[in-house]
């Protein structure tokens, strides 16, 4: 992204304010670990959360999607890739590794989501949208084709990024529907859709093989 930023929002304001709610979003899974019924945990059955499998699942879903979203955007920074490109190489494969673990885990989870099939499908196109660029990213960049490599890296780190839509969107959205489950089941899809409208729209032009700083 040479261009002057394609994938930063344009100003040193809306870079820190991303950084900050990765940074934020991305600790945010701790809470799951000190307190039982924290979050989403309220909403779920008693045999559910029984569930070896399930709980597994959810917790890898949410600590590697956690370390992936605090870790993803220090890899846009230009300073970092010049100065610092092992450093950027090795982050980058973390990244990959936490994504596709994240996404896997998110795709079975999708199947028990609140909500019912809309929001079950939302949340498994999501990790199947999440798992898909990562992974083109990374075979893209192994090839050589670094441009390529860029643009499909930013739609996984606006795939991503859900995780911090999700939770700014569902409480407008539980204070406009007056119910919860009605709210998830748009956000299950609300929280990455105008995620990858936005990476749509930072990657069109791209045509050369560097890209702006963070």
């Not at 989403?40 to 959810?58: E, M, P, R, Y």
């Amino acid at each position: 992204m040479s261009q002057k930023s394609t994938f930063s929002p344009g100003n040193k304001i809306s870079q820190i304010l991303l950084a900050v709610l990765a940074t934020l979003i991305g600790l945010y899974p701790l809470f799951y670990f000190f307190q039982s019924n924290f979050g989403l945990l309220g909403n779920k059955n008693i045999a559910l959360l029984a569930s070896a499998v399930w709980s597994s699942a959810f917790y890898m879903h949410i600590t590697t999607g956690g370390l992936a979203l605090l870790i993803g955007w220090v890899q846009f920074s230009q300073k970092i890739r010049i100065s610092a490109p092992a450093i950027h190489r090795n982050l980058g494969k973390l990244y990959v590794l936490l994504a596709l673990c994240s996404s896997v885990s998110g795709a079975y989870l999708a199947f028990h989501a609140d909500g019912g099939v809309i929001a079950s499908t939302g949340f498994l196109c999501l990790a199947i949208v999440w798992f898909t660029s990562t992974f083109l990213g990374y075979t893209s960049i192994v090839k050589g084709r670094v441009t390529q490599h860029q643009k499909f890296m930013i739609f996984s780190y606006a795939a991503c990024f859900a995780a911090v839509t999700l939770r700014l969107w569902l409480p407008l959205l539980v204070v406009v529907f007056g119910d919860f489950i009605n709210a998830y089941v748009l956000v299950a899809w609300l929280c990455w859709l105008p995620n990858m409208f936005v990476a749509y729209l930072l990657t069109r032009n791209m045509n050369k093989s560097e890209y702006g700083s963070v």
